[in-house]
């Protein structure tokens, strides 16, 4: 099972952005997913998670400016940015806890995807 996230970049503030993560594979269940990010020198830090009934959560940091959504036809979650900041510079990750046929549940990372904002 892989997660390939894609749709970082170079933005400049106030500007939006729009992250994609699809996981592919053989695949029973998709638990809950998410993103986290780490900026250089800092520790991974969760940015927003959504459970597999819709559920989600934010870090306070980021609630009213990003929005997470998940398609569950397409195993696909995604992290819709807006009014970017120049603290939102980051390496972004997606995550997902995956569930083969006769395997525990385990968690998945993406290859992070680099999202930078400046003028």
């Known amino acids: 099972v892989q997660l390939q996230a894609s749709g970082g970049g170079l933005v400049q503030p106030g500007e939006s952005l729009r992250l994609s993560c699809a996981a592919s594979?053989?695949?029973?269940?998709?638990?809950?997913m998410g993103w986290y990010r780490q900026a250089p020198g800092k520790e991974r830090e969760l940015v927003a998670g959504?459970?597999?009934?819709?559920?989600?959560d934010y870090a306070d940091s980021v609630k009213g400016r990003f929005t997470i959504s998940r398609d569950n036809a397409k195993n696909t979650v995604y992290l819709q940015m807006n009014s970017l900041k120049p603290e939102d510079t980051a390496v972004y990750y997606c995550?997902?806890?995956?569930?083969?046929?006769?395997?525990?549940?385990?968690?998945?990372w993406g290859q992070g995807t680099q999202v930078t904002v400046s003028s």
């Open positions: 995550n997902a806890n995956i569930k083969r046929a006769r395997t525990p549940w385990y968690d998945v």
């Open positions: 959504i459970g597999s009934s819709g559920s989600t």
């Open positions: 594979g053989s695949i029973f269940s998709i638990g809950a």
